[in-house]
């Protein structure tokens, strides 16, 4: 019997989980988006990734949450301003055995999952995409992810074991932890020293970093992260 995962969200990061895990014969996958030309192109021509990886996967793709089966996993990856509303639309999907696992950017999004769902997987991801048009994504980087237990909802690791087996074996390298906090902060730190600081000068991240007073208000801010998590009890990842 198949496996049936569905993925929350099919923009870019979405899609290149989709696409890969649609790629195994014992998985079925089902992928929910609000873009009705992006589900059209799918379920039309398929899903095409191009670039790091390249290949047409077929899959259900709709923008109605009610055409959507029971499913074992879901794989929650909108922007983290959609999670709840996302999770009010598909939350019927996952039942008593189910678990939903988050690749989200930030924090707080296993917290509003877990309203919903009994069992969440903690997990950030470094694998990187953009939307080319609808139906068909680029695949930028083929990075790592990092999954694990939600400690508050006592999530088996098993489920956590079997979700990063089956993305792993459809080509995305999904390590498996007891605790992926520092994995996630380690993400966050980055985002939350890099990002503002390129969006307010304009400048991508390599050259802000040569630049001494960027650099220095880089490392600035990924001490003051650092601090935080060891506050926390956090040990970041690498």
């Not at 079925?28 to 873009?35: G, M, P, R, W």
């Not at 949450?65 to 639309?89: D, N, V």
């Not at 994995?183 to 966050?188: H, N």
């Not at 990924?222 to 926390?232: D, H, N, Q």
């Amino acid at each position: 019997m198949s496996t049936k995962v569905c993925i929350v969200g099919c923009g870019a990061i979405g899609s290149l989980f989709g696409a890969h895990l649609a790629k195994l014969p014992d998985v079925e996958v089902h992928a929910y988006d609000v873009s009705k030309e992006h589900t059209k192109a799918i379920n039309e021509r398929g899903l095409r990734i191009s670039g790091a990886a390249d290949f047409t996967a077929k899959l259900h793709a709709t923008s109605d949450a009610k055409e959507i089966p029971p499913c074992e996993f879901g794989i929650i990856a909108t922007k983290s301003t959609h999670t709840r509303g996302a999770m009010e639309q598909t939350a019927h999907v996952f039942g008593e055995s189910s678990a939903v696992c988050s690749v989200q950017n930030g924090l707080g999004n296993e917290e509003i999952i877990a309203e919903h769902v009994k069992y969440v997987i903690r997990g950030t991801t470094f694998p990187a995409g953009h939307v080319i048009e609808p139906g068909h994504v680029g695949f930028d980087i083929n990075g790592d992810t990092w999954i694990g237990p939600y400690e508050p909802t006592k999530t088996p690791y098993a489920m956590v074991e079997k979700l990063a087996e089956l993305i792993t074996r459809g080509g995305m390298k999904v390590i498996p932890l007891q605790d992926v906090r520092g994995a996630q902060w380690t993400k966050l730190i980055f985002n939350a020293s890099t990002n503002p600081v390129g969006a307010l000068t304009l400048l991508h991240h390599g050259a802000a970093t040569r630049l001494a007073p960027t650099g220095a208000l880089f490392n600035a801010l990924i001490a003051e992260g650092g601090a935080v998590a060891k506050a926390l009890g956090i040990t970041l990842h690498g």
